[in-house]
């Protein structure tokens, strides 16, 4: 296009035109004087027409340019390719070309616009009042780039948050749970887990969907897993199949929430677990949305790689929590056994109160019944009391022991447990404390435990008549009882013995104490003892503070006692727990 229109157009957007004059032969020359100034680069001819539009024509950046009526009066190649909706001596009134040249925007700003399939940058400029100048660049590949950036940004935050979220508990349901709530909506409109077959007859589910966020629950049987397409293969652990391949018609409504319409399309994966599967992952897109490409489904296995860890975590944690207390049942402390005429309280703390257990135990036995029997060993935070039962009651006579064994936590459990059932077992061929213990001692020296070192005392514990109870102590290697009078005092037990798991001949001094109604006698382990605390943390409590707290609790019943010693030994130590600590009080019960 070269008529004046266009010219007259060029030379307006350039100001080099006529209108502008012709510099004479002296309008390049440097003033003779002025030496130290920039050079004029101005300094020649102007260019004319043709070399002009050659430059423009060779620009990369599409150019267009349009009179004050709007009519194009250039554009270059580049607009050209990138725009051929706009025609020279045209208007461009609708359609695409208007919608690309429509004045929006502030002058000099770029914006995007979709144009032809592309994402096209647009700056508008005005030269005088006669022409603007629009400049059309292709950032189609750019915006790609940078949408690819930001959509991975997008999915390493999602993988971030779910190992997060999902690792943030050992709880198998609630593991499931957090897996759909991160499904939805980021993976898709509805998302299922289907946990491991219970019992081998059904499977549980948890479902949660975009439109109602409430979790829903359910269980299948195991035939109709299989009307699931790639269900069955995911339980069993098998790859995923490709989203393309599943057909989303064949999904049976109880997959899908209420009101959720047809799936579009589908995925199933399986949920990869600690050697064995975790369950499985159905997910599902409503129809008309967006498809599961390739990428999705990376992402979905990734997410079903971290939601099966979890998943399978959390499983072996139940199972072996279950399992746990199924072996500990026996170590935690039932309620004591009621005597006629005796009060019975008994307290346990362990050091290691996660675990709830330790080597300190307390019992009591009825000889000629053991299976009657109730006690207990190495559990924490446990007291059980017994009072006057009546002519109804157990009869008055028992044996009462506590002890301590080396070692904490579950390991010394599991030797005061084999303690206690030992005794179980010598009570039904011996009832004498002296003829127990060294018993009780050759059994520890054959046992193949490690270091079966245990201090403990030995009590029987039978009513005399007129309120009173005789107490028959044996103590090998353990700190002596303590004796509380009904004026106050206290006395120490003069029975003493050697440790027990440590020497083959063993040493007793026995002892023969009474006790009138309303006196007790204190059974209890070194760790009330020795428990360093008190204002500086650093003292030990010592046997002379125990005499102390103890001679403070005269008149009260033995469940009181108990707790009373046990708050004193605790603010002691100001929750530095440091060893296990029993207390085992045997009161002889007062006249009304």
């Known amino acids: 296009m070269t008529g004046p229109s ?10 080099l035109g006529q209108a502008d004059g012709v510099p004479g032969p002296s309008a390049g020359r440097r003033p003779s004087g002025d030496h130290g100034a920039e050079p004029d680069l101005s300094y020649g001819r102007a ?3 043709r070399l002009l539009r050659a430059i423009v024509q060779e620009c990369g950046e599409g150019i267009v340019v349009c009179d004050a009526l709007g009519v194009v009066v250039m554009r270059n190649a580049a607009a050209a390719e990138l725009a051929p909706q706009i025609v020279p001596g045209r208007v461009p009134a609708s359609g695409p070309a208007a919608a690309l040249l429509d004045g929006q925007g502030a002058e000099g700003e770029s914006r995007e616009h979709e144009h ?3 994402r096209l940058l647009v700056r508008r400029e005005s030269f005088g009042v006669a022409h603007r100048a629009w400049y059309l660049r292709d950032v189609s590949a750019e915006s790609a780039r940078t949408d690819a950036l930001l959509a991975e940004r997008g999915r390493t935050a999602f993988l971030l948050e779910a190992g997060h979220r999902l690792s943030a508990s050992l709880n198998l ?8 709530e991160l499904a939805v909506p980021f993976l898709a409109d509805t998302a299922m887990v289907v946990l491991p077959p219970a019992g081998r007859r059904q499977a549980d589910w948890l479902r949660l969907s975009g439109d109602d966020r409430r979790l829903q629950e359910g269980a299948i049987a195991l035939n109709a897993a299989g009307q699931v397409p790639g269900l069955t293969e995911a339980l069993a652990g098998f790859p995923p199949v490709p989203s393309r391949w599943l057909d989303p018609g064949q999904v049976p409504g109880w997959v899908l929430p209420q009101g959720f319409g047809p799936a579009g399309h589908l995925i199933v994966t399986p949920l990869p677990g600690n050697g064995v599967p975790a369950g499985a992952l159905v997910l599902a897109r409503r129809a008309g949305g967006p498809a599961f490409d390739e990428d999705a489904e990376t992402l979905v296995r990734l997410f079903a790689a971290r939601a099966g860890a979890a998943i399978s975590a959390a499983s072996l944690y139940q199972e072996q929590s279950a399992t746990n207390a199924i072996l500990s049942d026996d170590l935690l402390p039932p309620s004591l056994p009621h005597l006629r005429g005796v009060e019975l309280a008994g307290s346990l703390r362990a050091a290691r109160q996660a675990g709830l257990i330790g080597g300190d135990f307390y019992d009591v036995y009825l000889p000629g019944s ?17 009072a006057s039962a009546g002519s109804g009651g157990s009869p008055a006579e028992a044996m009462v022991v506590l ?3 080396c070692g904490k936590g579950p390991r010394a459990a599991v030797l005061a447990g084999q303690v206690r059932h030992c005794l179980r077992s010598l009570l039904l061929v011996e009832e004498r404390p002296e003829r127990l213990v060294p018993l009780l001692n050759r059994s520890l ?14 009590a029987t514990v039978r009513a005399v008549g007129d309120g009173h109870l005789r107490v028959g102590l044996a103590v090998a290697g353990h700190l002596p009882p303590l004796i509380l009078r009904r004026d106050g005092s206290v006395h120490e037990c003069p029975a003493r013995g050697s440790m027990l798991g440590a020497l083959p001949r063993t040493v007793l001094t026995p002892a023969e104490i009474d006790l009138a109604p309303g006196e007790l006698c204190l059974l209890y382990s070194d760790g009330i003892t020795e428990a360093f605390g008190g204002p500086t943390g650093r003292q030990m409590y010592g046997e002379q503070r125990l005499k102390n707290a103890l001679a403070g609790c005269a008149g009260m019943p033995a469940a009181a006692v108990v707790e009373r010693l046990e708050q004193i030994s605790t603010d002691w130590l100001g929750g530095e727990v440091q060893d296990d600590r029993a207390l085992l009080v045997v009161r002889a019960r007062p006249r009304r």
């Open 403 to 405: 002890g301590d064994v």
């Open 47 to 49: 260019p004319d027409e």
């Open 6 to 15: 266009s010219i007259g157009g060029l030379a307006g957007l350039t100001g």
């Open 370 to 386: 053991p299976a009657a029997t109730s006690g207990s060993e190495g559990s924490a935070g446990s007291t059980g009391s017994g």
């Open 445 to 458: 020296l054959g046992s193949p435990t490690p270091n079966p070192y245990v201090t403990l005392v030995l």
């Open 116 to 118: 032809g399939g592309r």
């Open 173 to 180: 349901r609630r593991c499931a749970r957090t897996a759909v």
